[in-house]
């Protein structure tokens, strides 16, 4: 079992930066794909970045992000396994949402279905 638990979310200006962290306990060690989605009130769940072990770092070859947060968000992660990052710059009220970390014992990209393991969310807010 891995459990997850996401921080650092908040009310934050438009154009602001905000950067949340998923502290990972249990057999970090199985893990293999970690991902960020996120889910606004009435959406889906959506994805918003992945990475990938290597086997030795996580791979920045194996980095993925949505479209709408390309060039605005950075995921990354410590190679102990035990916290993975979202840095989130020039934020935009449409990104207002509830960010979620996820984990997979396997490849995973951007479909949610795949993840294994969840958070419980941190809200993240962009005032106009």
């Known amino acids: 079992q891995v459990q997850l638990v996401e921080s650092g979310g908040g009310l934050v200006q438009a154009g602001g930066s905000l950067r949340l962290s998923c502290a990972a306990s249990?057999?970090?060690?199985?893990?293999?794909?970690m991902g960020w989605f996120r889910q606004a009130p009435g959406n889906v769940r959506e994805f918003v970045a992945h990475?990938?072990?290597?086997?030795?770092?996580?791979?920045?070859?194996?980095?993925n992000y949505a479209d709408s947060v390309r060039g605005r968000f950075t995921i990354s992660g410590d190679n102990s396994k035990t916290t993975v990052y979202l840095q989130m710059n020039s934020l935009k009220p449409d990104d207002t949402a509830r960010y979620y970390c996820?984990?997979?014992?396997?490849?995973?990209?951007?479909?949610?279905?795949?993840?294994?393991?969840w958070g419980q969310g941190t809200q993240v807010t962009v005032s106009s």
């Open positions: 996820a984990a997979c014992t396997y490849y995973c990209s951007s479909d949610y279905s795949q993840y294994n393991y």
């Open positions: 990475l990938t072990w290597s086997g030795l770092t996580w791979s920045g070859r194996s980095t």
């Open positions: 249990g057999r970090t060690f199985s893990m293999y794909s």
